[in-house]
């Protein structure tokens, strides 16, 4: 973004929306005090060097670095060449200035409608960088510690008041409490507020040529106080960064290595290769280099999973660093399959990632098998950190992989964050993924609903050819759903179902918003409520659409035992104290020794006739079935035999099964 190309979006009710706001407020999610209690949300500043410290000594100076807080996680990171520029370029246009030039700033990502990030310059909280998804736009929330940095560079939007005989922070104020002004202020500008030896900001509620006129309140004051800040004399480079930290990360990564080296060292795995799940990113950069250097008498693989919608920067990135080096780099590809499956499922969501399901965990599987033995360990190295989610927040050091039993994952970088990670690449000057340097901060599939807004504007215009498929495809569905185009364009597909930040845009915006019904031809019609049997226990009764008895017959044996009845039509099913009968007309019947019995045995036969409906011939069933009992193949789909034990083991990695009360409205109402 060009500073002199900064827009000035109008809001619906006409005043300008300014690119510089004065609300700067970061609150502790109460996930991350549940999962990430354990996690650093500080790093340090050496005063002296100008250059963060990640232990509360500088190796340059040996002089002990000031407490720096963070918004939790605390996943601290290097701002880039485009988010500086994004920077820079608000400043400008608000201020006329950009004291922060080419100091060494950091971003904290932390909670917001999309990127949201706290700013870090010379151990100052200068204020948050966040994409408003309202106004599609870059916007900086000032802090106090920013609003004093600014008044030492500029005049520029500014008002002076008379001095007060109480605290002016939070409150409204009058014209007569003016004293001078700047001519460049307008109604809704953030302003710097000088009173006395106090500076701050605030809110201007006029325009200047009223400041002094109005009869009604004039400016809201967000944040006054007398304490002295200044940006520091030095400015620092990467290299001093690096040399401040070298002990801490020389620390670390011994500690990484020997996290790989207790695992691969034990008796039963000697023997085995050692595998790198290496996606491309940099997370996985550092493990790949790291096990080369670790294990360098050990037969070293890397695993690349090309989902079929990679960034090409990615795939061109993973296949030349590998050749470069000399790695042996397996690559299993999913081809089509996310195009395939689109229709069947639709957008994959936050809450709906059926994409990962069916374009990674499926091409894991085959990888895996084909680089081990039937039932030998699978020994691999990932790059997951404990700061990126709260999911991953409680990982261990090793892991099996739930989905595929023979794989044995293991997590040196667990506890890194991600300025730990670019300081191992800059030290180690290893080569890394352009589109790092171009602003993006995932840098896999290039649509993934958990991608930013943000990244989503920088992806359409690096790639507008495949930009352009993927958001015609998105506008079709919305048309079919009724939804106007802004839904997409503010980004609301990314959700099934939205959280609260976005259900309130989506007032705001006038938005229409409700579940879509479950695509494909599978559907549950006039389910009935559970009811008393005239022959004793309880019934329940529904209409299947989109399964045949053949498909029935296909999955239910892992609901009980399956008796035929074909001159009548039907399938009988003895389970556990109940009874299903499934008949050609689609008429579905569950009766059971008690009412929860009954609802529960219904709602598992719906589940499973969905699955045999909509079944992607992912295979990752499969794969972790103990006893053989299921088939996946192209022509006749899902198979489930008698010999099935009924352990449940398929249930949990089904993609059609993990996210069915997304696509089926009834079983989240009737849970």
Not at 439 to 453: H, I, K, Q, T, W
Request: charged share 25%; net charge positive.
């Amino acid at each position: 973004m060009k500073p002199g190309n900064k827009k000035f979006i109008l809001s619906g009710n006409s005043s300008a929306r300014k690119p510089v706001s004065s609300h700067f407020k970061t609150r502790s999610p109460r996930s991350w005090k549940q999962h990430g209690a354990d996690l650093q949300h500080h790093i340090f500043w050496c005063q002296h060097c100008n250059v963060p410290l990640l232990r509360s000594t500088c190796d340059i100076c040996r002089s002990q670095g000031s407490h720096v807080g963070l918004a939790p996680p605390g996943d601290v990171r290097f701002c880039s060449p485009p988010e500086r520029e994004v920077l820079s370029g608000l400043l400008l246009s608000a201020f006329g200035c950009d004291p922060i030039g080419q100091r060494i700033v950091l971003l904290n990502k932390t909670t917001g409608e999309d990127r949201t990030d706290e700013i870090i310059v010379d151990g100052l909280h200068f204020g948050v960088l966040r994409f408003d998804m309202k106004f599609l736009d870059y916007v900086l929330d000032l802090s106090v510690e920013g609003a004093k940095v600014l008044g030492e560079h500029t005049t520029n939007k500014t008002i002076v008041l008379r001095k007060a005989s109480s605290h002016l922070s939070g409150k409204k104020v009058k014209a007569e409490q003016i004293l001078s002004y700047t001519e460049d202020i307008t109604k809704g500008d953030t302003v710097l507020i000088r009173c006395g030896n106090l500076i701050g900001f605030g809110v201007s509620l006029s325009d200047h040529a009223h400041l002094q006129s109005s009869q009604d309140a004039v400016l809201r004051v967000r944040k006054l106080d007398g304490n002295k800040v200044s940006l520091n004399r030095r400015i620092a480079s990467m290299q001093d960064v690096i040399k401040a930290n070298a002990s801490h990360m020389e620390k670390i990564s011994r500690d990484a290595a020997n996290v790989v080296k207790g695992v691969v060292s034990r008796k039963e795995y000697k023997a085995l290769p050692v595998h790198v799940s290496f996606s491309g990113g940099k997370d996985s950069l550092v493990v790949l280099d790291l096990t080369v250097n670790t294990l360098k008498s050990r037969e070293i693989r890397a695993f690349f999973l090309n989902t079929g919608i990679e960034f090409p920067e990615t795939v061109e990135f993973a296949r030349n660093f590998c050749s470069s080096r000399g790695i042996d780099l397996k690559e299993s590809a999913a081809g089509d399959a996310f195009w395939e499956n689109l229709e069947r499922f639709g957008p994959p969501a936050k809450d709906m990632r059926w994409c990962c399901k069916v374009c990674k965990l499926a091409p894991a599987n085959r990888l895996i098998d084909e680089s081990s033995s039937e039932g030998q360990v699978c020994l691999t190295v990932d790059g997951k950190r404990r700061y990126e989610s709260f999911t991953r927040a409680s990982i261990s050091a090793s892991e099996k992989n739930p989905f595929v039993p023979t794989q044995l994952n293991i997590f040196p970088i667990r506890d890194w964050r991600a300025i730990e990670v670019w300081l191992y690449i800059y030290g180690k000057k290893l080569e890394y993924n352009p589109l790092y340097d171009m602003g993006f901060e995932r840098v896999g599939c290039y649509l993934c609903p958990a991608s930013l807004s943000a990244e989503y504007q920088l992806f359409s215009r690096l790639h507008p050819d495949l930009h352009a498929r993927w958001h015609s495809y998105l506008l079709k569905w919305a048309s079919k759903k009724g939804f106007p185009e802004s839904f997409v364009e503010h980004g609301f597909w990314r959700w099934k179902e939205l959280p609260p930040k976005m259900l309130k845009l989506a007032e705001e915006l006038e938005i229409r918003y409700d579940v879509p019904e479950v695509n494909g031809n599978f559907r549950v019609d006039s389910v009935s409520g559970v009811s008393p049997c005239t022959s004793g226990g309880f019934t329940v009764e529904a209409n299947i659409g989109g399964v045949s008895l053949d498909d029935a017959a296909d999955v239910l044996h892992i609901i009980g035992i399956i008796k035929a009845a074909e001159n009548m039509g039907m399938l009988l099913i003895k389970a556990d104290d109940a009874t299903i009968k499934f008949f050609s007309s689609g008429n579905l019947l569950v009766t059971a020794g008690s009412r929860a019995k009954a609802t529960e045995v219904f709602r598992q036969v719906v589940l499973q006739l969905m699955r045999v409906c909509m079944c992607t011939r992912c295979g990752i069933c499969q794969g972790v079935c103990p006893v053989g009992a299921i088939e996946v193949d192209d022509m006749r789909g899902l198979y489930i035999s008698d010999a099935c034990i009924r352990c449940g083991n398929c249930i949990e990695p089904c993609v059609v099964l993990k996210y069915a009360s997304r696509n089926l409205p009834w079983l989240r109402q009737n849970a």
